[in-house]
């Protein structure tokens, strides 16, 4: 890769950002389609991710990512934003308009939505149990309701998890007491919280978990977490969050340079980084 005084520059805002996977996925595909492009990692700190995305005109760069804890304050920030945008109040891709102005929109669900296809299921007419209420969770509601699935959501806050609910149509809370019994009548179980990330436990008794089950993890360190061994124990089929993450990267690439991305290079990246 040479670097030179036309070379377009793309980045990811966040804090913490150096652990990001961003950087590799997107210079493997700007190599692989000969781009004269380069993506890089921006430590923003809490309070400032306003700043840092109007920064992007004056600087000219090709495109943001943005990660936690920037994405309501992009939103903000943005002069449009998608319907998927608007309605979560998060933006994880801000997108500079040929006209001027910025473009703000959510990829996260779609890029989950495409990751479950990849694995062969679809959402439509499928019961889905979505534990955790924050902001991976909530664009994977929304992005679930949209697409035809029936979400219950479950978190630790009641108040938090009607919320997230009601971002799916016709989308339920249920009480972490309950969760047994809605991982029974549930196909697809997405844990969306942080745990797993670590050594701790699954968030939920494994007992409930048959080979009927899909089960996801929406971390991808590590890629194999202990909700996702013990499901596979169990004969359940696992997805860890590797295929939301490249997707959603894709996507963000294609409004960013209007090509094709090539989705195999950016998973090898994935992998690999």
Not at 86 to 105: F, I
Request: glycine share 10%.
């Amino acid at each position: 890769m040479t670097v030179s005084g036309r070379t377009r520059v793309a980045a990811v805002i966040g804090e913490p950002v150096r652990h990001s996977l961003s950087p590799a996925i997107h210079n493997a595909a700007f190599d692989a389609l000969g781009l004269d492009w380069v993506f890089v990692a921006f430590t923003v700190p809490a309070g400032r991710g306003e700043d840092a995305v109007r920064s992007v005109t004056p600087l000219d760069l090709g495109g943001l990512s943005v990660t936690m804890p920037h994405k309501s304050a992009a939103a903000r920030a943005c002069d449009r934003l998608t319907d998927a945008a608007a309605v979560l109040d998060a933006v994880n891709v801000v997108v500079p308009e040929p006209g001027g102005g910025l473009l703000g929109d959510s990829t996260d669900g779609d890029g989950f939505l495409r990751a479950l296809a990849d694995m062969g299921a679809s959402p439509k007419a499928t019961s889905v149990l979505v534990i955790g209420a924050g902001g991976a969770a909530r664009a994977i509601t929304h992005a679930l309701g949209t697409a035809g699935a029936a979400v219950a959501v479950a978190a630790r806050r009641p108040d938090a998890a009607a919320e997230c609910a009601a971002l799916a149509p016709d989308g339920r809370s249920v009480s972490l007491a309950d969760v047994g019994d809605a991982i029974g009548d549930a196909e697809i179980v997405v844990n969306a919280t942080p745990i797993g990330m670590g050594d701790e436990e699954p968030p939920f008794s494994i007992e409930a978990l048959t080979p009927k089950h899909l089960v996801v993890d929406a971390v991808y360190h590590p890629r194999t977490t202990p909700l996702l061994a013990a499901a596979s124990a169990r004969g359940a089929r696992t997805m860890n969050g590797i295929g939301m993450l490249v997707h959603q990267a894709a996507l963000a690439f294609e409004l960013w340079t209007g090509r094709v991305p090539p989705l195999d290079v950016m998973r090898a990246a994935a992998e690999t980084g």
